[in-house]
């Protein structure tokens, strides 16, 4: 063997054994760790796991069976410690919430974010930017009536474009991506936009390519090895560049708003930023900058754009599906609300069947089965386990939402899971759509007033009808590493 062959080899061999070593000391942790499938070093448990479907692997393997309600798995070589079932998910980020309030690993995110706003940063800077974002959502409507009005407003531009399909088949996605998108973009950047806009055209274009590309294998291969794949071409890379122009659009609206700035009457949250970076310039340890502005707004954006859209379009497909319960949804409408007028939140109380309805539909389609992940802010104990600090955490949201006690036969959708024997509506502790502790979604209550709001808007002026037989209807989700779906589909909506 040539001696520059010799060593290569030699090399590649120490690289390797380096690489084992540390993964082999970053899985084997310290203390009495939950129990879970042996794990190989590097690759983790890549060979027991679906990478593309993890939440229906983690159910089908049934590893909480096997092992109970925590148990650990290894993306590659990131260990991960899975909460399965109410009581462990409550006493963990209710119980425990400080201890769980970081957030986990997400290697895909994390490149592109740089630990910079809501979702993705940790500690003080997280704590500082939550505050400041859920006061100025309240400031700018969030839960008042003002946003209501927004809602509706944005509702009757839906509404229009609903009449104008004149009872051909379409695909909702784009209608219900527009309309929500432009009430978050009211919060967040003071106007909606016209659908047409060339700005608002790429803003959806990149949320609507992002939801694809981090629904593909790549995804998931990124999450188990981060190091390897940031430098592996493939549709992967493309997320950090949609990062980068979604930064570019966002900073250019930034220097916008700095123009037409009034502190004394900040008109959206970008202003609102604006005047809190004035307030903080001379205090060296802020948490407010350029970055940590452009990534909250993008976040919030993205978050408001995506989340309800595809909540809405799954919950219309379930209608289709089940045209009785449309049918009394239908009824409940007329009786309390009527023709005449638009809904409003006051009405949800005299309507128990449609809130009903409304809270199945999250309950069945679990948007996030996983949940977002968590970490641990230091060292825990959690039954007669040790948690190493840092360690990322897994709340099997669908664990909860599925539990079989709470919701009997909870496969099927059934808005009498959120009815009590005399037909009113019953709260669930085991509603956790949007999580649960300190990290529950920040636009949880945004979300809920949009969902109700838009989908009863729809059915007090329109019919849905299949463009197959309703039996023929697949509702279960498009599954991918970390979120459900529902398959794409056609409609009619025929004027009531």
Known sequence: MEPLGATTVFLVICVSSLLFLSAWRKMSGSGKLPPGPVAFPIIGNMLQLNMKNLPQCVEEVRLSAKYGPIFTIYLGSERVVVLYGHEIVKEALIGLGDE??????????EKSAKGRGILFSNGEQWKQLRRFVLTNLRNFGMGKKSIEERIQEETCFLMERLRNTHGRPFDPTLFLTHALSNVICSIVFGDRFDYEDKEFVTLISLVQENDKLLRSPWTALYSFFPTLMAYIPGPHRRIFKNAQEFRRLVLERVKM?????????????IDAFLVKLEQEQKNVQSEFNVESLARSTIELFVGGTGTTSITLKYGLLILLKYPEIEEKVHEEIDRVIGRSRSP????????????????????????VPLGVPRAV??????KQYVIPKGTTIFPALKSVLYDSREFPNPEQFNPGHFLD???AFKKSDYFVPFSAGKRICVGEGLARMEFFLVLIMILQNFTLKPVVDAKDIDITPESSFMSNAPKSYQLYVLPR
Do not use: W
């Open 100 to 109: 769980f309030s970081g957030r986990g690993s997400m290697p895909i995110f």
């Open 257 to 269: 708003h700095k123009e037409s700035l009034d502190p004394n009457y900040p008109q959206d949250f």
């Open 344 to 367: 409003c939140m006051a009405d949800r109380s005299q309507m128990p069947y449609t809130n009903a309805v409304v809270h199945e539909i999250q309950r069945f389609i679990a948007l």
């Open 377 to 382: 802010t230091r060292e825990v104990h959690l």
């Open 421 to 423: 024997e005399n037909g």
